[in-house]
């Protein structure tokens, strides 16, 4: 980390991000990347007939998704792209309290950045900022193989 605090390798590119996860589940569930902090970086994501279970809340699996992907861009854009790239390694979530409709908001921070692997805490609240969902994520640092 930086002297002004600042985790970020570069600024971070939240509209690179989104547009790339348009695609893919990101896009699929509605997940948007909102903000990036010097040390964190916030999500959203509808919780809509795309994201509930059948009792009619927010599926427990969805909320990893969204606690991976903020946890997954975090890491990616902590290192130096050209030599370092950053993969899942473990998760694990607490679901504390159903959501039903509306948004619901994640915020990752890392709790620890070091040079083969990163750990980052996920909080996932709902649109009162009561807590949903408390999640660690475990991402390795790998090396960036060369391309001749």
């Given at each position: 980390?930086?002297?002004?605090?600042?985790?970020?390798?570069?600024?971070?590119?939240?509209?690179?991000?989104?547009?790339?996860?348009?695609?893919c589940?990101?896009?699929h569930?509605?997940?948007?990347?909102?903000?990036?902090?010097?040390?964190?970086?916030?999500?959203?994501?509808?919780?809509?007939?795309?994201?509930?279970?059948?009792?009619?809340?927010?599926?427990?699996?969805?909320?990893?998704?969204?606690?991976?992907?903020?946890?997954?861009?975090?890491?990616?854009?902590?290192?130096?792209?050209?030599?370092?790239?950053?993969?899942?390694?473990?998760?694990?979530?607490?679901?504390?309290?159903?959501?039903?409709e509306?948004?619901?908001?994640?915020?990752?921070?890392?709790?620890?950045?070091?040079?083969?692997?990163?750990?980052?805490?996920?909080?996932?609240?709902?649109?009162?900022?009561?807590?949903?969902?408390?999640?660690?994520?475990t991402?390795?640092?790998?090396?960036?193989?060369?391309?001749?």
């Amino acid at each position: 980390m930086s002297r002004s605090g600042n985790i970020w390798f570069k600024e971070f590119p939240l509209d690179e991000a989104n547009r790339r996860g348009a695609n893919c589940a990101n896009g699929h569930l509605g997940i948007e990347l909102i903000e990036a902090g010097k040390d964190y970086l916030k999500g959203r994501m509808p919780v809509d007939q795309r994201t509930r279970q059948p009792a009619g809340v927010l599926h427990g699996g969805v909320s990893v998704v969204l606690a991976e992907t903020l946890a997954s861009w975090g890491a990616a854009c902590v290192v130096d792209p050209a030599k370092y790239h950053c993969v899942g390694q473990e998760i694990n979530a607490n679901h504390v309290r159903a959501a039903a409709e509306g948004w619901v908001y994640g915020i990752a921070r890392p709790l620890h950045l070091g040079r083969s692997s990163h750990v980052w805490d996920v909080r996932i609240t709902d649109e009162r900022d009561k807590l949903v969902c408390v999640s660690r994520v475990t991402m390795a640092v790998l090396a960036t193989p060369m391309r001749y």
